[in-house]
């Protein structure tokens, strides 16, 4: 799997926009970009994943540049529960393949 | 509809102790995954399933470390005997498996701590 670059930590402002980046330049063509987050003491729990176009969903949006090198994670109202580690993931389009979690981003979201 | 359940939570052995892991995964799923997390670091694959067959277990230490997963739904982790260094949480998660399912679902985790 491609490998993921990512800052060990970020704070944001509750109520604003949090913009989670990750860098995977060598991701290949059959490769999806997969978003994780665990909250402390709980296990890690999916949020998005995307192939080359935009994706959203209930819990945040997911920006692909075009040439796929780089994502950004978008929480668009964080809050206090979005405290947590959050996983940028590289793998090919399967459920049967074990995820290679990197160090993540620590998101802090500060009252 | 209940998630991957784990138990126990918390564990306190003495290293050279036996301790096991149970998981019951989400019903259906027929993929289970057994994870090591290290403080402070992300999980780390110890064992794949599929249904009651260990597709890759590569990344298990398989002189301490042993696993079942009997008719394809719960399983087990073993660790006999325990060294200190195996302190870590130990997660268990669950997909649907089959070419085009994304998402995996992970229990609590199991934090253990060797003495």
């Known amino acids: 799997d491609a490998k993921t670059t990512q800052p060990p930590s970020m704070d944001c402002a509750e109520g604003r926009a949090a913009n989670l980046p990750c860098n995977h330049s060598?991701?290949?063509?059959?490769?999806?970009v997969y978003w994780y987050r665990q909250i402390h003491s709980q296990g890690p729990q999916y949020i998005i994943h995307g192939l080359k176009n935009n994706e959203t969903n209930e819990m945040a949006s997911l920006i692909i540049t075009e040439d796929r090198k780089s994502s950004t994670l978008i929480l668009p109202h964080a809050t206090l529960r979005d405290t947590a580690v959050y996983y940028c993931?590289?793998?090919?389009?399967?459920?049967?393949?074990?995820?290679?979690f990197g160090s993540g981003t620590r998101l802090q979201v500060q009252p | 509809e209940a998630g991957v359940v784990q138990s126990p939570r918390y564990k306190i052995i003495e290293k050279k102790q036996p301790v096991a892991f149970w998981c019951n995964p989400i019903s259906g799923h027929n993929t289970l995954y057994w994870y090591l997390q290290n403080l402070g670091q992300g999980p780390e694959l110890l064992i794949r399933?599929?249904?009651?067959?260990?597709?890759?277990d590569s990344q298990l230490p398989k002189d301490r470390f042993s696993a079942e997963r009997l008719k394809g739904v719960d399983s087990t982790l073993k660790i006999q005997p325990a060294e200190l260094g195996d302190s870590a949480v130990y997660l268990c998660?669950?997909?649907?498996?089959?070419?085009?399912?994304?998402?995996?679902?992970f229990g609590p985790g199991t934090r253990l701590t060797v003495t």
């Open positions: 993931i590289v793998s090919p389009d399967t459920g049967r393949r074990a995820l290679t």
């Open positions: 998660a669950s997909s649907l498996g089959g070419g085009r399912t994304y998402e995996q679902y």
């Open positions: 060598t991701i290949s063509g059959n490769e999806y």
């Open positions: 399933y599929e249904n009651e067959e260990a597709v890759d």
